[in-house]
């Protein structure tokens, strides 16, 4: 199974994706874990990506292109150039904005793959707001601060959001109600995409 998951920053993407990597046996990848190391360890492409991570604005296009074909290239998940049988993946904050959302097809078409569903996380922006701000200590982030929360959310409806409507016309949208228990979405997420998955069989 090759799964996107596309929601606002707080909407709980990051464990669901954990969740649905164990039942798949499947690799979950997040993108802003891979910034986060890169930005700790000061390899290059941290060195960019560290004041447009703070300032809650999206890395450029072309280097994220770089690093999802890294990663996906890898023996775990198998998928893109050259990469022969593609195992999957659950890919959790790319691609972001349309643009990633094309070339991150091409990459796919290159090793005769395609997406099997892209799973919306909808939840209103002040539960988001909420969610975002009152993070345990433990867990809070960089771009946890209020002003920072405001703008990936700003940045999150101008360019990521219209990628509901472009996968929703390429029909590999399952929309979730994610606010709830995580167990409670994680069930909604498993019906979703088994309703997918016989859609797409059918
Ligand atoms: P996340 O943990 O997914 O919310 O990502 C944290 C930050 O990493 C984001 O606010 C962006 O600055 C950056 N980032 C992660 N994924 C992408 C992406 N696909 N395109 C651009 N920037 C990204």
Redesign the pocket.
């Known amino acids: 199974m090759r799964i996107v998951f596309l929601g606002p ?1 707080g909407s709980g993407k ?1 464990t669901q994706a954990k969740l649905v990597s164990q039942r798949l046996s499947v690799p979950a990848v ?4 891979m ?1 986060r190391i890169a930005v700790r360890t000061a390899t290059p492409l941290g060195m960019k ?1 560290r004041a ?2 703070a300032q ?4 450029p296009d072309d280097l ?1 292109f770089g690093l999802i074909r890294e990663r996906l290239t890898q023996a775990d998940a198998g998928a893109g150039a050259g990469a022969g049988a593609s195992k999957g993946f659950v890919l ?6 349309i643009p ?1 959302a094309e070339s991150f097809e091409k990459l796919l078409a290159e090793d005769g793959a395609v997406l099997d569903a892209v799973v919306n996380f909808d939840v209103p922006d002040p539960v988001l707001v909420e969610r975002l701000s009152g993070r345990a200590d433990v867990e809070r982030r960089a ?1 946890d601060r209020p002003e920072t929360v405001r703008e ?1 959310l700003r940045v999150y409806h101008e360019k990521t959001e219209p990628l509901v409507n472009y996968y929703r016309g390429k029909g590999l949208l399952v929309s979730v109600d994610a606010v709830g228990g995580i167990d409670e979405v994680a069930q909604r997420i498993e019906r979703g995409l088994a309703a997918r998955a016989r859609q797409g069989a059918a």
């Not at 997040?30 to 874990?33: K, L």
């Not at 809650?56 to 890395?59: K, R, T």
């Open positions: 920053p990051g997040s993108t802003g874990d910034l990506a447009v991570m809650g604005e999206l890395v994220m959790d904050g790319y691609p972001r904005t990633q771009d990936r």
